[in-house]
């Protein structure tokens, strides 16, 4: 008995939150249309026809506009630059570069240097000289000194007379003797080294600003793709939006239909699992923008979660409007470029599209590979390998040098008596001529001429390379040219696929299936439209990059 009785109240509690639900649901569906009755037709041509209007992605996100920095293309790429650690390095390489110049060119001039000694010891030369005699000379009749000899009766010569030294301690104190002076020193011929030192030196600075372009030329493409990619996930993000609420119309729709009894359950089951599908790729779609918008933020140097907004060219059908084109000189002209609507008729043939068939109207710039920083890279390498064989050669031939110095000496006591307490100069002239080194300069010589060849091959072989990197991103450039003419033909097609499909929807001709497939076929095309322009900006960087004209 109370089984049943708690069976019962169950179902009573069933019942009444059922048809609470139904009450709400039907005051909602009056509050969307109020102009329709539970008994009239649903219409369902606003969620059949693709949005004209979309909303903006940055009120659908977490972050505010008020605050965030506004960020064109050429300022993201500005700042990229200025932020940028490896700019930074670079640009410190140069700097020390024009520094090493400074001080290899220093070496044509005298050296001029002070020195000084200073001797503090306890050590000292303790010596006795012991007593002695000393022969004796008188002078002659003209005045002459000469030895005062004696004859002996065998005739030996012997000293008449001697003198007695008595002996003497000797005591030489070196403690407290100091110099000090000044030394010129002056290289006159040194076999070409200082020169060729000097001039290496040059062209490692050339090197240097080189290097700093073309670190240059890196960040501005980083940035490229960091500002793309971030404009790119914007609008991904409001092609989910429409499409959100596309799917959302249509649930409204198929409810209405559903409650008068027009549609089975299992139609309007069918929309609310797609628009679950759809809410959660909205989800990624936010997600997208916020890790785009911090690469392009740690880019450009700006901390991670700074909330930015980039200002950017895109049409409503994600299409670049007035894009610009490069000419055959590098400059641009104003072509408008695939955004005329009537571009692709209904039965597939084109009209007012002049890509491919006016090859004037599309023309970019030739490449110039010796403009490359890589390229003069390459040369300035050979180049200072040429030096580096003039420096070596120069440590063989004959090096010829002058040096002077002005000194003052003071101390040395001997007996406590200062022995030092002058002023000097003295002037000293060296010559140095290498004559025979078993044949090392030789095979040095020839090393160093190896590494030039080497570094000549290099050349040959990186330039190579090179244009086949300049044909690679040409062929990118006009693939991403076809593919935005073929997504946008593509969106034009799936529009008025989904026009057709709401139609006979409508008239009861199209199940909800393929309704719903013309709806994700159309928001598919808009992401493809969307995807092929970013790829065609960064394309078009690339082939900038790999010509040599990127900055032009």
Known sequence: MRLNIFVLTYILFFLSCSLSAQEKLNSSQDTHDSTSSVHEQPTTSSALEAPTSQLSVQENLTYSLSSQQVLTLERSREMALKNNKQMAIAAEGTEMAGFNVKAYKSNFLPKISATGNYLLTTASLEKLVPGFHLPTYIPDASGELVPNILTTVDGMPIFKEYAFFPGMDLSLKPNGTYIAGLRVEMPIYMGGKISSAYNMSKIGEEMARLNEAKTRNEVIMEADVAYWTYVETLELAKTAIAYNELVRQLEVDVANAYNTGMAPRNDLLKVQVKLNEVELQMLRAENGVRLARMNLCHIIGLPLNSEVEVDYIMGGNGSLDNETYLSIDGSRNNETYLNNESSRNIDGSRKNEVYMNNKKSKVI?????????????????????????????????PSVGIAGNMGYANGLKLNDSKLLDNTAFSAVVNVSIPLFQWGEGRNKVRSAMAEKKMASLQRDELTKKMELEIQQALQAYSESEARMVLTKRSLNQAEENLRESGDRYESGLETLSNLMEAQAMWQQAHSEVISANSAYKIAETAYLKAAGRLEE
């Open 365 to 397: 710039p030739l490449p110039d590979l010796f403009s490359r920083p890589e390229y003069e890279l390459l040369s300035k390498q050979i180049e200072l390998k040429e030096r580096q064989v003039k420096l070596v050669k120069s440590d063989f031939l």
